[in-house]
């Protein structure tokens, strides 16, 4: 039986998928799943943190029950506690923000007490959360190095004790210069943006893109911050999740047949 169009909507798409890993080979298979060809080419990674002893000492501090919140601003901030074995005691409660970092948190065996209801963002949380708890709280804000302290400052503004702590550094990962050809000469129809690190490397590593490429951002955060690095973002997620962003750029046409053969 063959697939109908409307099954497999992606079909002849080829699309980068800007991180490698178990999360890369997801959205491959998601990818795949639609018709689409996914070339995986990790455009970041992660380091450890600069100031190991610190986390080791939040992590302890956590453990020993020592805070009420504890925040989680991103899936690979779940990675560092799953690596490290972080123990979160049933009195800690833990706020992630997105859909994506919560089911990271539960896929590992963490339950999530709060996930933003509308701004899926940091300042969301820190509203949700400053709305939530009237009275000062010790808070754990674990996050990556480059991220802007917004969360941390929102939260020490309504009077609560927060440690905020680097839980690793995002570098970047040059691509090979057969990936850098692909982009160029159109034969990626679309990219996936999925953080504003991601879109940094896009613009510094592809100079030059089609004005047919499709940029695809996987929220309305990280279209900003793709726009602020230079980037002409074509579609946007209305949520902040794979699923979403495969689902907007399925809503286009192929911009143009790609010469499979071109030298």
């Given at each position: 039986m063959t697939d109908s169009k409307q099954d497999r909507p992606l079909d002849g798409w080829r699309i980068l998928v800007p991180r490698g890993g178990p999360w890369g080979d997801g959205v491959a298979a998601s990818l795949r799943a639609q018709g689409a060809v996914p070339v995986v080419a990790p455009l970041i990674n992660f380091a450890p943190t600069t100031d190991q002893a610190a986390l080791d000492l939040a992590l302890e501090k956590l453990a020993a029950g020592e805070y009420d919140w504890l925040t989680i601003t991103s899936a690979t901030t779940v990675d560092v506690m799953f690596a490290h074995r972080a123990v979160v005691p049933a009195g800690t409660k833990i706020a992630a923000v997105g859909e994506t970092t919560a089911a990271a948190l539960q896929a590992v065996g963490y339950e999530v007490a709060l996930v933003p209801d509308q701004d899926n963002s940091a300042e969301g949380m820190a509203e949700q959360l400053i709305s939530l708890e009237p009275?000062?709280?010790?808070?754990?804000?674990?996050?990556?190095?480059?991220?802007?302290?917004?969360?941390?400052?929102?939260?020490?503004?309504?009077?609560?004790?927060?440690?905020?702590?680097?839980?690793?550094?995002?570098?970047?990962?040059?691509?090979?210069?057969?990936?850098?050809?692909?982009?160029?000469?159109?034969?990626?129809?679309?990219?996936?943006?999925?953080?504003?690190?991601?879109?940094?490397?896009?613009?510094?590593?592809?100079?030059?893109?089609?004005?047919?490429?499709?940029?695809?951002?996987?929220?309305?955060?990280?279209?900003?911050?793709?726009?602020?690095?230079?980037?002409?973002?074509?579609?946007?997620?209305?949520?902040q999740t794979v699923d979403a962003l495969i689902d907007a750029v399925s809503h286009f046409t192929l911009p143009h047949a790609a010469d499979e053969f071109a030298p």
């Open positions: 009275e000062p709280r010790r808070i754990l804000t674990l996050r990556s190095e480059i991220a802007k302290p917004v969360l941390t400052r929102s939260l020490l503004k309504a009077g609560h004790h927060v440690d905020s702590v680097v839980a690793y550094r995002t570098v970047g990962v040059p691509v090979t210069d057969r990936i850098m050809r692909d982009v160029q000469n159109g034969r990626i129809n679309a990219i996936l943006i999925t953080s504003g690190s991601v879109a940094e490397q896009v613009r510094e590593q592809f100079p030059e893109i089609p004005d047919e490429t499709l940029l695809a951002a996987i929220g309305p955060r990280t279209a900003k911050d793709a726009r602020k690095a230079g980037l002409p973002i074509s579609v946007v997620a209305d949520r």
